[in-house]
């Protein structure tokens, strides 16, 4: 038996999941991997939460990051249904909410994030609900089932999903945003406008640069008290008002934490027997000068299969474009980039409509780009931005121009995407 007490990884999900993975087989490591989670649930893919599971049509089985026998076919123990509680980084050693301790040689932060907390009157009623977990999506498909008014604060991707399950349920919808569009700081107001069409279109009544005042009733949600002094009914509200890291284990352990765990472009934290990955580490990424904490499902990916070769000693640096994927309305938007500084915006394609694509450009770069309905689309897209080259305004704009031959050399038509490609290729199957 190994006298190394091996990698503990602390949040079984998706990062932390495939972290385990690529250890075992990408790298045959064989020391001992420990997976904590404090979800009771083999670990699962978050996406479908809002969308296909919570509808219905996606299986529970269908949520699985990895097939239930692998973890015993590939000697990964779990430890699930308890969280950590305690970590000490000098002597090596993470405690459980149930008394276990666990020795490591090296440990993998992934604990993810959880929903911020509307501070309002009211915000504690029956009826006010939040998604983050399986659980959540369970009772929430019962109560949408349930409700005939409900009103989605916040109009970021998961509200604007929210508000499109609300619909397929038949439920009268109300969005409340007090900004001027739906993802106004992704895609400022033009597109932004586009995402609000679409939602005018299916029935959704939208106040924009409207907040929350209150939350009326006695025991349970009755009403939402507006801003502007308008009172909307609501049997079912969902809050939606983006997450925040959980730093607390990390930063309690003498971690660099500020806005998610710190760390460098390898997902190196300010210890060197801990990295940090996924939606709870904030990473000094390649391509941008601050540190950035990203949310996305193929960044907890990428982020993992890089945990993997940090933890032995092989460091991958951070560089991808990030890339989001959102399914509104049986439509399916792709988003590259990071909303940074663009000075123009350059569309091609029906507006709103399939194959429609839309680039935000900063001194004639590509630094991002949305696309609807667009399948195959993504990886050029990626490619195009990661490129940093000026791009020509007119083909950009063309639709009969293919995508590949927006990149700027035939050397960059061929881009390194080995490792884009896998994770695109998983894409499909969890955006549903
Ligand atoms: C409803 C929903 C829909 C989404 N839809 C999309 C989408 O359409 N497209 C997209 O790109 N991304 C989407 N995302 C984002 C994507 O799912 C996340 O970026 C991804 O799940 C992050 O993975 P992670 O492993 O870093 O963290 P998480 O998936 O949050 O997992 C962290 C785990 O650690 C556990 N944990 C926390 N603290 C402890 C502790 N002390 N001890 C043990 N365990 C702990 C948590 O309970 C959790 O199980 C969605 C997320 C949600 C919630």
Redesign the pocket.
């Known amino acids: 038996m190994s006298a190394d007490p091996g990698i503990v990884v602390?949040?079984?999900?998706?990062?932390?999941a495939t972290a385990a993975q690529a250890l075992r087989l990408d790298h045959g490591y064989d020391g001992p991997i420990t997976l904590?989670?404090?979800?009771p649930h083999l670990p699962y893919?978050?996406?479908a939460?809002?969308?296909g599971y919570l509808l219905g049509t996606t299986a529970p089985g269908d949520l699985d990051v990895l097939k239930p026998q692998f973890y015993a076919d590939q000697d990964i123990t779990l430890a699930l249904g308890a969280?950590?509680?305690a970590l000490d980084l000098d002597v090596r050693r993470v405690r459980l909410a149930d008394g276990t301790e666990l020795p490591f040689t090296q440990v993998l932060i992934?604990?993810?994030?959880r929903p911020r907390r509307l501070q309002v009157p009211g915000a504690d009623l029956d009826g006010v609900r939040y998604?983050?977990?399986r659980d959540d999506?369970e009772h929430l498909a019962t109560a949408l089932r349930a409700a005939g008014d409900v009103v989605v604060i916040g109009a970021g991707?998961?509200g604007s999903?929210l508000a499109a399950a609300s619909r397929t349920f038949g439920n009268r919808t109300t969005v409340i945003d007090p900004l001027p569009t739906p993802l106004y700081h992704v895609l400022g107001d033009r597109i932004g406008g586009l995402v609000a069409r679409r939602h005018h279109d299916h029935g959704v009544n939208l106040l924009l640069g409207d907040g929350v005042e209150a939350i009326l009733g006695t025991r349970s949600v009755e009403a939402i008290q507006t801003i502007t002094g308008r009172t909307i009914p609501a049997d079912l509200v969902i809050v939606g008002v983006g997450?925040i890291p959980?730093t607390e284990?990390a930063q309690a352990a003498g971690l660099r934490v500020d806005g998610g765990i710190l760390t460098d472009e390898h997902l190196r934290t300010s210890h060197p027997a801990a990295v940090a990955?996924?939606?709870?580490a904030r990473h000094q990424h390649a391509r941008y000068l601050n540190p950035v904490r990203i949310?996305?499902?193929?960044?907890?990916v990428l982020?993992g299969l890089a945990a993997a070769t940090t933890l032995l000693g092989r460091p991958t640096t951070i560089d991808h474009v990030p890339?989001?994927?959102?399914?509104q309305y049986g439509s399916t938007l792709e988003y590259l980039g990071l909303p940074t500084i663009w000075d123009r915006i350059i569309t091609r394609g029906e507006h709103a409509g399939p194959g429609f694509t839309a680039f935000w450009l900063d001194r004639g770069i590509p630094v991002a780009a949305l696309t609807i309905d667009n399948r195959g689309a993504a990886e050029h897209l990626r490619a195009l931005i990661a490129t940093a080259h000026p791009a020509d305004p007119r083909q950009l704009a063309d639709p009969d121009t293919p995508l590949p031959d927006l990149l700027p050399d035939a050397q960059c038509r061929q881009p390194d995407v080995t490792m884009m490609k896998r994770v695109l290729s998983a894409a499909p199957a969890v955006?549903r």
Do not use: C, M
């Not at 904590?36 to 979800?39: L, P």
């Not at 990955?277 to 709870?280: F, I, K, L, R, T």
């Not at 949310?295 to 907890?300: C, F, K």
């Open positions: 602390i949040g079984a999900s998706l990062a932390g904590v989670g404090d979800e893919q978050r996406p939460l809002s969308k969280p950590a509680t992934a604990t993810g994030a998604l983050r977990n999506s991707w998961l999903e997450a959980n284990l990955a996924g939606d709870v949310e996305h499902w193929d960044n907890a982020h890339y989001f994927f959102s399914t955006r």
